[in-house]
């Protein structure tokens, strides 16, 4: 087995640009947990250039060297790598940070006075990216803040650029109405919205895995493919995030971004080149192509579901209406599974199942390539009853695989099938770098790639493709919530989903 050396693959990377980075939400979750040990992962591997800064924005009144303070525990903390000292100390000297309300036109005042003392203190060529790790609500009070302000003007070989987190909308409106608004401040080439999914190694290999090899492109279609599952499973309840959760649900949280992310790059076409609007024009094309469905298809392409009291892992858990600042009648649905047809020459009449849920027995995203069975007459007067289709699965977590499952002779006189499986582990081939996920996207902001990040349009578009079905499930209440167990793999209904196909969902994925 040839193993890669990581640190070889790195010499070819350029640095990132040089820049201030701002993070307004500073003092919250997304920062200390996973956003601080991207950047430190950064540093570590040498991706970052001497001339980089950060700049905590956030409404708690703390100084600059109270902000470090509270850095160098979080860091320990929550690094994926155990943190150098040294490292950090030179680190944590470029930190500062800037105390304010978000709609308040003073604190982005200061702000500019502090970035022109950063700028120069750092060495840091003017460029600036503005990473919005707050609550959906700000986003476009901040950019506009930030366009009266003038930091978002881009001048003198200076850039300026927006990191913007999910929801980007709530339904197809809100997300359009969005867009509307920060495109009056920015360029759609300063705005990067972002989907850390695709910060994930075994999502991007997807392209490389498809485009890359000569064996796989021939037969990814309707000819040789029964049908795709994809699965974003969670053994997690929703934990302290009731309130977030409750005006989310499965479907906002998960299907219109991260689960159509992976539909989008499993089913596109072969793009001209790797750059971005090449990509992203694919991926338009994909979700363009779902078929739209009416009020009544809504009921028979798609089934919710929300979990009740359960076991998970031999301890009894509460169902989802008794967990802490849940309505006690919630509707939401904390389970979804969808039937998506794409209706172009490559996937006619092969159905996409997604699925996704909260106390599933698994923590698994995966892609499941079904494909269709053989022949069965040369079989006939042999001991072989049923042929197995063949399957490929690319797993995106816990352990990035891809797997090959076929049938081989089980050895003996007699002519009999056994199923055997060949697997591919990144860590076996690759070594093992953790991450966050955010590392690869952080660092293809500063050096200007968008390739992985959306556009408004696709935005848009899978917007277009949930809302109907939002719709229909809020004009019409549910009688039979809860209707899973935590610790169960969903509803009854999402397997008859499958069953009226002659199909089934996968189950065991991890074994």
């Not at 967990?323 to 939401?332: C, I």
């Amino acid at each position: 087995m040839t193993t890669v050396d990581q640190n070889d693959a790195q010499k070819t990377i350029k640095k990132a640009d040089p820049c201030v980075i701002v993070i307004f939400g500073a003092a919250g979750d997304l920062t200390k947990r996973l956003l601080m040990p991207a950047l430190y992962n950064l540093v570590d591997r040498n991706l970052l250039p001497e001339q980089f800064a950060i700049v905590g924005v956030a409404r708690a009144e703390m100084s600059t060297e109270d902000f470090r303070s509270k850095m160098t525990p979080e860091i320990h903390e929550f690094a994926t790598v155990p943190v150098d000292d040294g490292i950090w100390q030179n680190f944590e000297k470029r930190l500062y940070y800037q105390a304010g309300n978000f709609q308040d036109a003073e604190t982005y005042s200061k702000l500019q006075k502090l970035l022109d003392q950063v700028d120069s203190e750092c060495k840091t060529q003017g460029n600036f990216l503005f990473y919005l790790a707050t609550a959906d609500d700000y986003f476009s009070d901040i950019i506009n803040q930030l366009g009266s302000a003038g930091l978002t003007r881009e001048e003198n070989g200076h850039w300026r650029r927006v990191i913007i987190e999910k929801p980007f909308g709530h339904d197809l409106e809100s997300a359009r109405t969005l867009n509307t608004n920060i495109s009056k401040v920015l360029k759609e080439s300063q705005i990067y919205r972002i989907d850390h999914y695709l910060g994930k190694e075994t999502v991007q290999n997807i392209l490389i895995f498809r485009f890359g090899n000569g064996m796989f492109e021939p037969i990814w279609n309707h000819n040789y493919i029964d049908h795709v599952q994809i699965t974003v499973a969670e053994t997690v309840g929703v934990e302290s995030r009731g309130n977030f959760y409750e005006g989310t649900g499965a479907v906002r949280d998960m299907v219109q971004n991260h689960m159509f992310q992976l539909l989008a790059l499993t089913a596109m076409e072969p793009p001209v080149s790797f750059d971005a609007d090449a990509m992203r024009d694919e991926k338009s094309k994909v979700l363009k192509a779902i078929q739209p469905w009416t009020p009544e298809e809504v009921l028979t392409h798609a089934v919710r579901g929300q979990y009740g009291e359960g076991e998970m892992k031999g301890e009894k858990v509460p169902g989802y209406r008794a967990e802490s600042k849940v309505a006690p009648d919630s509707a939401v649905e904390t389970y979804a599974a969808l039937k998506l047809t794409i209706d172009n020459w490559r996937w006619a009449r092969v159905p996409f199942y997604l699925r996704t849920g909260k106390h599933l027995p698994e923590k698994v995203t995966e892609i499941a390539i079904q494909f269709k069975q053989v022949p069965s007459l040369l079989f006939r007067e042999t001991s072989i009853n049923t042929l197995a289709s063949n399957l490929l699965v690319i797993r995106v977590q816990p352990h990035e695989t891809i797997s090959l499952h076929f049938g081989a002779k089980i050895p003996g006189p007699a002519m009999k099938m056994g199923e055997v499986e060949m697997q591919f582990h990144y860590a076996d081939y690759f070594g093992s770098t953790p991450s966050t996920g955010y590392e690869t996207l952080l660092y293809d902001c500063m050096i200007g790639d968008a390739t992985l990040f959306q556009r408004s349009d696709n935005v848009e578009l899978g917007w277009s493709v949930v809302t109907p079905i939002l719709d229909v499930w809020k004009n019409m209440p549910v009688r039979d919530f809860p209707n899973y167990a935590a610790g169960t793999w969903g509803p009854k209904a999402a397997d008859e989903l499958l069953a009226r196909d002659g199909r089934q969902w996968r189950t065991n994925l991890l074994e």
